[in-house]
């Protein structure tokens, strides 16, 4: 079974990261690797919850997973512990035998440095998705929820 392992250090405290992860609308912004765009069909963030998610090559000669050039996938929170773990399970949408299954994606958040560092570990990645290209893709929407959380944390509050 193979699996990818990214890390990456925010500049805002935990209870921020977590979240902009369960954060419906943030989930569009991030969660989504370049030349990609994100449509949330469906999220429900609380444990058991589901989600429907496809991402779509903005390049219209890369075939998707699922579809044309989109990548559809379905899954569940499995456990939401605040502002420190996220585990979801999840699977494509194909008919593609090389590329079902399920996997699980476990986040976790810690202290670290005045911020926060995440260890997303996606495991169980079926034999026709490309460990390469997983952990590139993690590393572009990470990069992505650093951005976004970060410019969020600048942000003076808002007097009611």
């Known amino acids: 079974m193979t699996a990818t392992r990214s890390r990456c250090h925010v500049d805002a405290p935990r209870s921020q990261v977590y979240a902009a992860i369960l954060d419906r ?20 963030a609380h444990e058991g919850g589901l989600f429907r998610i496809s991402l779509t090559y903005d390049d219209g000669d890369r075939p998707g997973k699922t579809s044309g050039r989109t990548d559809t996938y379905h899954g569940h929170f499995v456990e939401l512990v605040p502002d420190e773990r996220i585990i979801e399970v999840l699977e494509f949408e194909t008919t593609d035998p090389a590329m079902r299954g399920e996997m699980t994606i476990v986040i976790a958040l810690s202290d670290a440095g005045g911020g926060t560092d995440l260890v997303a570990v996606h495991g169980g990645l079926p034999s026709g998705v490309s460990k390469a290209d997983n952990e590139l893709g993690w590393q572009m929407s990470l990069a992505k929820l650093k951005a976004l959380v970060e410019e969020r944390a600048r942000k003076p509050a808002r007097a009611g």
């Not at 943030?26 to 449509?39: F, I, L």
């Open 25 to 44: 609308s943030a989930v569009t912004e991030w969660q989504v690797p370049d030349g990609m765009t994100c449509q949330v069909h469906e999220f429900e």
